[in-house]
């Protein structure tokens, strides 16, 4: 059974940072692209950033372009949100996903962390 | 970027309607284009992908069609567990877009 587990999110302050996480099993990790949504409160779905399977293309939306970084540990079956600067519109609920095989299309997710960002 | 845009954003239906759910793409797309479905706190769910395709498990009353720009979403016969939001969202280039979301409410 896929499982993909997020942590690492929590309260934090404009311009603050925070590193969330993904803990995946039940598939090989290494065979997947990964992806991180999120969802504002009471919003729509908004697709955040993905990387490939060896971590050689990383894609973003732009409005995280140059603040967040995807990264992945294929040894230790996680992927990983580090988020810098961080604004009020960033909070939301953080989703990994993992891609269907030859489509970018979240097909397995977590249960999503949230984020929330204020003074 | 891709905008998606949805039609409805929300509608009302009763048990046992058929339901159609459209989603046009600002520029052609081809046919990567996905659905999801996700309920009240829950989380989201892939229904179809490259347009048509089921999702391995997704039941056959869902049904996808497009290409281009103009996709729809149908649901041949909608039950209580259907009643959910629905999100197309775009695969051809990044960065990938959803749509904005059609809520579809017991009327």
């Known amino acids: 059974e896929v499982q993909l587990v997020e942590s690492g999110g929590g309260l934090v302050q404009p311009g603050g940072s925070l590193r969330l996480s993904c803990a995946a099993s039940g598939f090989t990790f290494s065979n997947s692209w990964m992806t991180w949504v999120r969802q504002a409160p009471g919003k729509g779905l908004e697709w955040v950033a993905n990387?490939?399977?060896?971590?050689?293309?990383?894609y973003y939306v732009d409005s995280v372009k140059g603040r967040f970084t995807i990264s992945r540990d294929n040894a230790m079956n996680s992927l990983f949100l580090q988020m810098n600067s961080l604004r009020a519109e960033d909070t939301a609920v953080y989703y990994c996903?993992?891609?269907?095989?030859?489509?970018?299309?979240?097909?397995?997710w977590g249960q999503g962390t949230l984020v929330t960002v204020s003074s | 970027d891709i905008q998606m845009t949805q039609s409805p954003s929300s509608l009302s239906a009763s048990v046992g309607d058929r339901v159609t759910i459209t989603c046009r793409a600002s520029q052609g797309i081809s046919n990567y284009l996905a659905w999801f479905q996700q309920k009240p706190g829950k989380v989201p769910k892939s229904l179809i992908y490259a347009a048509s395709s089921l999702q391995s498990g997704v039941p056959s009353k869902f049904s996808g069609s497009g290409s281009g720009t103009d996709f729809t979403l149908t649901i041949s016969s909608l039950q209580p567990e259907d009643f959910a939001t629905y999100y197309c969202q775009q695969y051809n280039s990044y960065p990938l877009t959803f749509g904005g979301g059609t809520k579809v409410e017991i009327k």
């Open positions: 990387i490939k399977q060896d971590g050689s293309e990383k």
């Open positions: 996903a993992r891609d269907l095989r030859y489509h970018r299309v979240g097909t397995d």
